[in-house]
């Protein structure tokens, strides 16, 4: 595409002013302005042909094989141009679908031997696919009267996963922390119910420990040292219904609950315990199945990306029952959902009950600042007040939820955005260390 630029079409127009000027001063040379316009676009039309290329630029993309929420990525976009004209300078500006933010809009970089390369930076706001669609290129031709514009198909598709970068520094953190301390072999090696070894009882361990019969056949005291169960199974459930679609603080709660889940996936999988993801909203969404290893941690992770963002409300009838019904033995299953009012989690409480005779659930809350805030704010005028006794009321009737819950049996695990994955792995690991499973 050739296209005239500005000082073009500036010098044209240049030629009417000129052309009334000489009529007055000197009406037969009336012409002249006439005929610099006509000079110019004939200047323009050989700026055109020069810039004009025999096929057109190769384009090599370098672009990240997968993207995180709210991570940037660097994308760089190198061009050969195959012409008799080499512009001195081309600007470049890359198009991509509404998943992801490109900057800078535009890029001016100057060609050197040939080709030239120019580095955008990639920030995706959900999860998704990111698509880099087109690479739009333009130039001047060697008199600045035309542009040259070419755009370049891309099609390159990114999956946009959830960041791991907090959760992978997190997980370090709390092992580093057990490792440091102690910590870590006390849980394993102090309580339990799975066997471990025989060692001499000495004075300040549980007389509940001692194996009589063992003490007998030796002649001396023997207790029996036990650790933490392994290979228990845990099940990530997650909602990702319209109440968990929408923001908190700048991010939906899913997203928030996802990261949770992955820290918990990964500490999960560490100790040695397995591992599944289920997800649901009108209908299910996902459910993997319990895996084990370390290794299965980066499948979880592409599996999760997958989830959409919904509009729907959360059937948890049939998102509870279709759960209990893959689940063949005792498993924990952290729920991350969010309630507003009693009569809304009846329903879900209901479903619950069954779920709870054979299974020991944990759900997971998100504290909702902003609306702590509304509840505290001074009242200044008449709209204050109506929202702080409305939020102050969402937040009785969610007190009243999570009292009933504690009441049916199901552990509670609330906390600020910020710390809601630590506190999932301490509630975690103390449902390890007492045995509940």
């Known amino acids: 595409m050739i296209y005239p630029t500005r000082t073009a079409v500036v010098l044209t127009a240049a030629g009417a002013p000129l052309a009334a ?3 007055v001063f000197a009406s037969s040379y009336w012409v002249a302005g006439v005929g610099w316009s006509a000079l110019v676009v004939l200047l323009m039309l050989l700026d055109a042909a020069l810039t004009r290329l025999r096929r057109a630029p190769e384009v090599v993309l370098e672009a990240p094989a997968s993207l995180a929420v709210g991570a940037e990525g660097e994308v760089r976009a190198a061009v050969l141009f195959n012409a ?20 800078p809009r535009r890029a001016t970089v100057e060609v050197t031997y040939k080709e030239t390369a120019a580095a955008f930076t990639v920030t995706p706001h959900r999860r998704g696919e990111a698509v880099l669609e087109k690479l739009w290129l333009r130039w001047k031709g060697p008199l600045g009267l035309a542009w040259a514009q070419v755009q370049h198909p891309l099609d390159h598709a990114a999956p946009v996963t959830p960041s791991i970068a907090a959760v992978k520094e997190e997980a370090l953190r709390l092992f580093s922390r057990d ?10 090696t102090g309580e339990g119910t799975e066997f471990h070894a025989l060692r001499d009882f000495v004075a300040g361990m ?22 933490t169960e392994r290979n228990h199974t845990i099940v990530l459930a997650l909602d990702t219904g319209r109440t968990m679609s929408e923001p908190l603080e700048g991010l939906p709660r899913i997203d928030r609950a996802i990261n949770a889940a992955l820290l918990l ?13 289920f997800a649901f909203d009108a209908k299910p969404r996902l459910s993997t199945g319990a895996t084990s290893g370390v290794h299965s941690f980066p499948l979880i ?4 990306s997958r989830l959409d963002y919904s509009a729907e409300e959360a059937n948890f009838t049939l998102g509870l029952t279709t759960l209990a019904g893959d689940l063949d033995r005792r498993s924990l299953i952290v729920m991350f959902t969010e309630f507003t009012d009693s009569i809304g989690a009846e329903l879900m409480m209901e479903n619950l009950r069954r779920l709870l005779k054979r299974h020991l659930v944990l759900f997971v809350l998100m504290r909702d600042e902003e609306l702590e805030t509304m509840a505290r704010a001074e009242p200044i005028e008449s709209v204050d007040v109506s929202r702080a006794v409305t939020a102050a009321s969402l937040m009785r009737e969610r007190e009243v939820v999570m009292m009933r819950l504690r009441r049916m049996g199901v552990q509670l695990v609330e906390a600020p955005i910020g710390a809601v994955g630590p506190a999932l792995v301490n509630a ?3 449902i390890k260390r007492r045995n509940l499973l």
């Open 428 to 430: 975690y690991l103390d």
């Open 84 to 103: 008799i004209f080499t512009p001195r300078r081309v600007e470049m500006m890359l198009e991509a679908n509404d998943l992801v933010a490109v900057a």
């Open 301 to 304: 992770q592409r599996l999760v």
């Open 206 to 227: 549980d007389h509940r420990t001692i194996d009589w019969k063992q003490s007998a056949r030796h002649g001396k005291l023997v207790a029996q040292e036990r650790r």
């Open 179 to 188: 490792a440091l301390h102690g910590l870590k072999e006390q849980i394993e």
């Open 265 to 277: 996936a990964y500490v999960g999988l560490v100790t040695g315990d397995r591992i599944g993801m």
């Open 21 to 23: 000027a000489a009529g």
